[in-house]
């Protein structure tokens, strides 16, 4: 089945220790987006790529960066990770992105911050 | 920022009807009008979306009023695997690039009684 797959599910990291999360799609879809979401708070964009053009949210923290080194892969980069990024991080994908497209989302990768 | 106001929490017995309001008063003429859901520790998955017309699909109907400014998602005879939190999303262009975005609200979260 096509899918978003996040890798890992739950990642565990030192305070200021750089992580990585992973997200692949099997859909070939053109937009990935990757959203923040915080104990029961809604989940918050970040930013997203259409293909590959980054859009970041006005107030998306310099301490985080994204890369899509090709249509099926996108990376959250957290480079000094604090307390307050402990949180669900969720990717998503979309085909064209456009006003009545559907968005799917992976099962998210928990992120804990020691 | 287009708005939604939706009930904090909300509670079904099994196998009832559930009526789900939203209210978007602020709704533009080309918004769409998205719900999604988000089961206990996953990602959210897409339910449901509509313009101006009643939808309906395989897990739910959506119910537009005439002038837009709100909506019910209908979900005919709710079962166990239906309790989450559910998001009723505008959907609006993103500025400056071509795709659109999701911008959750709190959402409500529905529980249902076996």
């Known amino acids: 089945d096509a899918m978003v797959i996040q890798n890992p599910r739950y990642q565990v990291t030192q305070f200021g220790k750089p992580v990585t999360l992973s997200c692949s799609q099997t859909l070939n879809h053109n937009v990935m987006y990757w959203y923040q979401q915080k104990s029961s708070q809604a989940p918050k964009l970040l930013f997203h790529?259409?293909?590959?053009?980054?859009?970041n949210e006005a107030d998306t923290p310099d301490n985080f960066q994204s890369r899509r080194p090709n249509t099926s892969f996108c990376f959250l980069d957290i480079r000094s990770p604090g307390l307050g990024d402990a949180a669900m991080y969720l990717c998503?994908?979309?085909?064209?992105?456009?006003?009545?497209?559907?968005?799917?989302f992976g099962p998210g990768t928990r992120l804990t911050v020691l | 920022d287009a708005k939604t106001t939706q009930p904090n929490s909300m509670e079904s017995n099994e196998e009832e009807p559930v009526h789900l309001p939203c209210n978007h008063s602020?709704?533009?003429?080309?918004?769409?009008i998205h719900w999604y859901r988000q089961l206990p520790s996953q990602g959210p998955e897409y339910v449901i979306h509509?313009?101006?017309s009643n939808v309906n699909n395989r897990m739910a109907s959506l119910a537009i009023a005439e002038d837009r400014k709100s909506s019910t998602l209908i979900l005919h005879r709710a079962t166990l695997r239906d309790a989450a939190v559910y998001y009723c999303?505008?959907?609006?262009?993103?500025?400056?690039?071509?795709?659109?975005?999701?911008?959750f609200g709190k959402g409500t979260k529905l529980s249902v009684i076996p």
């Open positions: 998503a994908t979309s085909g064209s992105g456009g006003v009545r497209d559907t968005q799917y």
């Open positions: 999303i505008l959907r609006v262009p993103y500025s400056g690039a071509g795709s659109y975005q999701l911008t």
């Open positions: 790529y259409y293909d590959k053009d980054f859009n």
């Open positions: 602020t709704i533009s003429g080309t918004d769409y």
């Open positions: 509509g313009l101006t």
